[in-house]
C-alpha cells in the first residue's frame, strides 16, 4: 500500500495532518435488462429508468464523501453529511487540491449492467468525478463491466475516451443451451464476437467465466476454455455456480427442476481450466482470478488486501481501509431523491419513508446486506432518516477478514504483518492450527507467508474456518 503524509495549508482548520494512501473509486450501476436466474447482486429492471438522474445522484454522494478520501481526524465518514452540504460553498472549497491528483487511483463501474448506461452520461459523470477529487492524470485503472449485447464500435470508442483501460465482460459460458438455462440474453456468438472487438479496442480485457452450470458436461467446458483461451484475453475469472438463497436457480435446484453436475465432474472442471491457463501463461493470483504477467487487478486487489475504497450508488459498500465498512441503501428511488436535491418529489418520499424507519428504505424484495457485530446507523438527514448503514469492525471481525482474504490470494497471509497487527500471542495460535494442515499439505509455509496449496484450494473453505476459529 502507498501512504502519503501531506499537510495543507488549506486544510489546517480542519486537519492539522492528513495521512492520504492510494484508494479507489466503486460505482455500482443497478440495472439490467433482465435478472439471471443465478443472480443475487443488486439490479433493478433497465426499462424506463433516467439515465441522467442516477450519474448526478452519484456525482452528488462523491461531493458529500470527498473527505473521506483524505483519511482527517475532523472529517470522519459520521461527521459531515447533510442535505445541505450539497449546496454549501464551504464544501465546494474543500475539494482535493492538486498535489492530491494522483488519488483515487482506480475506478472500477460494476453492477448491475454499467454498459447500459448512456456514453454522454458516462463521460460526463466520469469527468465530473475526476474534477471534484482533482484528478488530472489518468486513471491507473479504469475498469467497467460490459455485457456482451452493449459491444459496439462506437460504444468501445466512447468507453476508451472516457478513460476505460480495462473492460470486463460477463461470458459465463460458450454453449447456447447452458447460457439460456441461466438466463443469459446474450448467445455464445455474440460473446465471441464481443470478445474479438474489445481486444482490437482495449490492451486489458477480462472475462468471467461459471462452471457447474445446468447440465454442462466436462466437454463443453473444455470447449468453453480452448475457444476463449484462442482469443487471449488478457485475465480471467472462473467462479463454480453458487446456489444463493432466494434465486430463481436455487429454487429451481430445490424443485429438482434442473439437475447440475456432480461434485466429482466440477472438480475435474476446475482441474482442466487451472492446468489449461497456467499452461497458457496464466498465474492464478486469487482463487478464482488468473491473469497474464502484469494484468492482475489493481482495483480488486484492493479488496483483498484491506485498502481502502469508496463505494458509490445504491448498494455500494465502502471500506475506510481501518475498521469502518459501509453499505449504501437497496433503494434506488430513495437514493436518486437523497442526492438529488432539487427534486420536486424529495420531501414527499422522505415523508412516505417516516421518521426512523431504514426496513422502508430497503425494500422487502431485496434482502439487506449481511453485516456482522453492532450495526450503527448512521447520516441521519432530512427529518433524521437512516441513510446508510455503517458497521465498526471488532478486533476479531478484523482478524477473521484478514485470514479469509489473505488466504484467498496466492502469496497469502504475511505473518509478520499478522504479528504486527494481532500480536504474538494470536499469531502463534493460528500456526498451531494450521500445523495439522501443513502435515497434511494443505497448507504451507513459505518464508514469512502461510498459503493454501494446490490441494487446500479445494477445501479452502473449510481450511479458513480451522484457522480463524
Ligand atoms: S447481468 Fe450480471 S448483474 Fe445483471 S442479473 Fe445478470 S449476472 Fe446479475
Aim: net charge negative; glycine share 6%; with cysteine.
Amino acid at each position: 500500500m502507498v501512504s502519503i503524509r501531506i499537510t495543507m495549508r488549506e486544510f489546517e482548520d480542519n486537519c492539522q495532518e492528513i495521512s492520504v494512501e492510494k484508494c479507489g473509486i466503486y460505482i455500482h450501476i443497478p440495472f439490467c435488462r433482465k435478472k439471471c436466474l443465478y443472480c443475487d447482486f443488486f439490479s433493478g429492471g433497465a426499462k424506463n429508468v433516467d439515465w441522467q438522474l442516477y450519474a448526478d445522484a452519484i456525482v452528488n454522494e462523491l461531493k458529500e464523501r470527498r473527505h473521506e478520501l483524505l483519511n482527517c481526524s475532523s472529517a470522519q465518514s459520521l461527521s459531515v453529511p447533510t442535505m445541505q452540504s450539497l449546496s454549501n460553498p464551504a464544501v465546494e472549497q474543500c475539494a482535493l487540491p492538486a498535489t492530491l491528483s494522483t488519488l483515487p487511483a482506480t475506478l472500477y463501474i460494476g453492477g448491475g449492467t454499467p454498459s447500459l448506461m448512456p456514453v454522454e452520461v458516462m463521460r460526463e459523470m466520469v469527468a465530473e468525478i475526476k474534477r471534484i477529487v482533482g484528478k488530472t492524470d489518468s486513471w491507473e485503472e479504469f475498469t467497467i463491466e460490459i455485457n456482451p449485447e452493449d459491444v459496439t464500435e462506437d460504444n468501445c470508442r466512447a468507453w476508451r475516451e472516457c478513460g476505460v483501460n480495462r473492460v470486463s465482460m460477463g461470458i459465463q459460458t460458450l454453449n447456447d443451451a447452458e447460457l439460456k438455462a441461466i438466463g443469459r440474453t446474450h448467445d455464445s456468438a455474440a460473446a465471441l464476437s464481443g470478445l474479438r472487438m474489445l481486444k482490437r479496442y482495449f490492451d486489458n480485457v477480462t472475462i468471467d467465466l461459471i462452471f457447474g452450470l445446468p447440465n454442462q458436461t466436462i466437454d463443453s467446458w473444455r470447449k468453453t476454455v480452448d475457444t476463449v483461451l484462442r482469443e487471449h484475453p488478457q485475465h480471467i475469472s472462473a467462479y463454480s455456480l453458487m446456489f444463493e438463497e432466494g434465486t430463481a436457480m436455487t429454487i429451481l435446484r430445490d424443485q429438482g427442476r434442473l439437475s447440475f453436475p456432480d461434485e466429482e465432474v466440477c472438480l475435474a472442471m476446475w482441474n482442466y481450466l487451472t492446468d489449461t491457463l497456467a499452461q497458457n501463461g496464466y498465474r492464478r493470483y486469487e482463487i478464482s482470478n488468473y491473469a497474464l504477467p502484469g494484468y492482475e487487478s489493481i482495483h480488486n486487489r484492493r479488496y483483498w488486501l484491506g485498502n481502502p475504497y469508496i463505494g458509490l450508488g445504491v448498494a455500494a459498500h465502502s471500506y475506510d481501509g481501518n475498521n469502518i465498512r459501509r453499505a449504501n441503501p437497496h433503494n434506488i428511488r430513495a437514493y436518486i431523491s437523497r442526492f438529488n436535491p432539487d427534486l420536486q418529489q424529495k420531501k414527499q418520499s422522505y415523508k412516505q419513508v417516516g421518521s426512523h424507519s431504514s426496513n422502508l428504505l430497503l425494500p422487502n424484495d431485496h434482502p439487506r446486506p449481511e453485516t456482522t457485530g453492532a450495526i450503527k446507523e448512521v447520516g441521519e438527514v432530512l427529518d433524521r432518516v437512516p441513510f446508510y448503514e455503517e458497521e465498526k469492525l471488532t478486533d476479531k471481525e478484523l482478524l477473521e477478514e484478514k485470514v479469509m482474504l489473505s488466504m484467498r490470494m496466492a502469496e497469502g497471509l504475511d505473518l509478520d504483518e499478522f504479528r504486527t497487527k494481532f500480536g504474538e500471542n494470536t499469531c502463534s495460535l493460528l500456526l498451531k492450527a494450521a500445523e495439522k494442515q501443513i502435515k497434511a499439505g494443505n497448507l504451507a509455509l513459505h518464508g514469512n507467508h502461510l498459503r493454501l496449496t494446490p490441494a487446500g484450494i479445494m477445501i479452502s473453505d473449510d481450511l479458513i474456518l480451522q484457522l480463524i476459529m
